[in-house]
């Protein structure tokens, strides 16, 4: 069974702490994705890679930065958590062709205390 | 950054009841997809549509393509309580090609 794997389903870290999320798949696909999603603002682009070592912004990268060293693992960083970004963060990837569509991981919902 | 409007924002009926949900936007789409999402998971592709008018089907889900390729419906027929959930359409972005923009999305909860 094709998967995304978030590596954690609930955090809770303090402010100013430096955060790892981490997102592995095993369908060999090109494209990872990171979005957040809230309540009433719906999932927000934060970071997305095309390739190893690619990475392009979303909608809303500040705060985050992001590192794809092998293809099948994308990590999210947030370099100094604030209680703003407490969401629930959602990993996908998919293939680089035509519209195929996304395969998305469970999800990590993160509080930031 | 395309905005993909969805209504109604909840739903909530009974089993065995009809009902549509609507995706709509200014923006002409090369194709759009529908997601669910249920609660404390990750969104599931149910269907990609692709040429204007296009209608597909799932099961009980019927998607459509508006000829304009503007705007999308799902409607679900005879309502079940597995169908409660968060309906979500993406298309892709403008300005990074790879990437879907989402709506907002419905939230149908079908009661027994």
């Known amino acids: 069974d094709v998967k995304v794997t978030q590596s954690s389903r609930y955090l809770v870290k303090r402010t100013g702490e430096k955060v790892f999320l981490e997102c592995v798949q095993d369908m060999d696909h090109e494209n990872m994705f990171w979005y957040r999603q809230d309540p009433g603002l719906g999932l927000r682009l934060i970071y997305f890679?095309?390739?190893?070592?690619?990475?392009e912004k979303g909608d809303i990268p500040e705060g985050y930065s992001v590192s794809r060293e092998k293809k099948e693992r994308f990590s999210l960083i947030l370099e100094s958590a604030s209680t703003n970004q407490t969401s629930m963060y959602l990993c996908a990837s998919s293939l680089i062709e035509g519209n195929y569509g996304y395969t998305f991981g469970s999800g990590t919902r993160l509080t930031v205390v | 950054t395309q905005l993909l409007e969805q209504s109604p924002q909840f739903l909530s009926i009974q089993e065995g009841e009809n009902l549509t949900v609507y995706c709509n936007s200014s923006?002409?789409?090369?194709?759009l997809q529908w997601y669910r999402q249920e609660p404390g998971e990750g969104p599931v592709l149910l269907v990609t549509v692709v040429t204007g008018g296009e209608v597909k089907k799932l099961k009980r889900l019927t998607f459509q393509f508006g000829d304009a390729r503007k705007d999308s419906s799902l409607h679900i027929t005879a309502a079940q309580p597995g169908d409660t959930g968060l309906y979500l359409c993406a298309a892709r972005n403008a300005n990074s090609g790879y990437a879907l923009n989402f709506g907002k999305g419905t939230s149908l909860l079908v009661t027994p």
């Open positions: 890679s095309y390739d190893v070592k690619m990475k």
């Open positions: 923006s002409v789409f090369s194709s």
